[in-house]
């Protein structure tokens, strides 16, 4: 007895990246994937930005590394060791302040998860020229959000606002198509692909910087038609799709 199953798989995406010269740098991913109600729209984010320390003075002896604090009991065999360490010196757990001894501060902040459907759109579904994602970070519980930051002045933005548009370059795209057969035992896939990925510029914002200097963009689209003929006893089960 043959069982057959279809499946319609459809993908969208859009990325950009940014960096400015000692400045704001980040990079934001958007991807659509799914079918029907299936749909999820899953968003990646990096905001970052770099500020030279008007403060840093690599000469206080607050900076110094302590030799106490390097110190290594012999071991056998081990040649960089030093017979009698003195005890374990406080001051070792003590951190050089980075007001005067890093060179540079940074903050870096991070975010994932998946976003409404209806805050990303790109047009047209094949080949597409334009893409769009509007959303807010903040209250939305399926997005966590950390900042990693040196600064002495703050935390970062944590979440917020990110609204980016994309618009593909003229004559920078790329189209791929293919068609799969796969045979599991007795199973059999039929599969037809139709991708494509185009270079695109980038304007717009995100957590309150501007996405702006040098720049880079993509997106892209994936759709996929499969048809699964399961014989005997076996029966056929949704075939993972790639990525688009």
């Keep these: 007895m043959n069982r057959n199953a279809h499946y319609n798989y459809s993908g969208d ?7 400015t010269e ?6 934001v991913s958007v991807s659509r994937n799914g079918a029907g109600a299936q749909t999820k729209t899953f968003l990646q984010f990096q905001t970052g930005s770099v500020r030279q320390n008007p403060n840093y003075n690599p000469a206080d002896p607050r900076c110094q590394p302590n030799p106490a604090c390097f110190c290594f009991p012999c071991k056998k065999g081990d040649p960089n060791c030093v017979p009698n360490c003195p005890p374990p010196d406080p001051s070792c757990a003590i951190p050089p302040p980075v007001e005067i001894c890093a060179p540079e501060f940074f903050t ?3 975010g994932w998860g998946n976003i409404p459907n209806a ?7 094949v080949n597409p020229t334009i893409a769009h994602v509007n959303t807010n970070t903040n209250g939305n519980p399926n997005i966590t959000v950390y900042t990693d930051t040196n ?3 703050g935390v970062g933005p944590g979440g917020g606002c990110i609204d980016v548009s994309w618009k593909r370059i003229a004559n920078a795209w790329a189209r791929t198509s293919a068609v799969t057969e796969w045979h599991f035992g ?14 695109a510029s980038v304007i717009g914002t995100a957590l309150g910087g501007s996405v702006g200097g040098q720049s880079w963009g993509e997106l892209g689209s994936g759709r996929s038609n499969e048809t699964c003929i399961a014989q005997g006893t076996d029966s056929c089960a949704p075939v993972p799709p790639p990525n688009p």
């Design 13 to 19: 995406f859009a990325q950009a990246s940014w960096w």
């Design 22 to 27: 000692g400045g704001s740098n980040g990079w």
């Design 108 to 110: 870096y902040t991070y």
């Design 119 to 125: 805050d990303f759109t790109i047009s047209p579904p």
């Design 151 to 153: 600064d002495p002045n």
């Design 186 to 199: 007795n199973i059999t896939v039929h599969a037809n692909y139709h991708n494509t990925s185009s270079q």
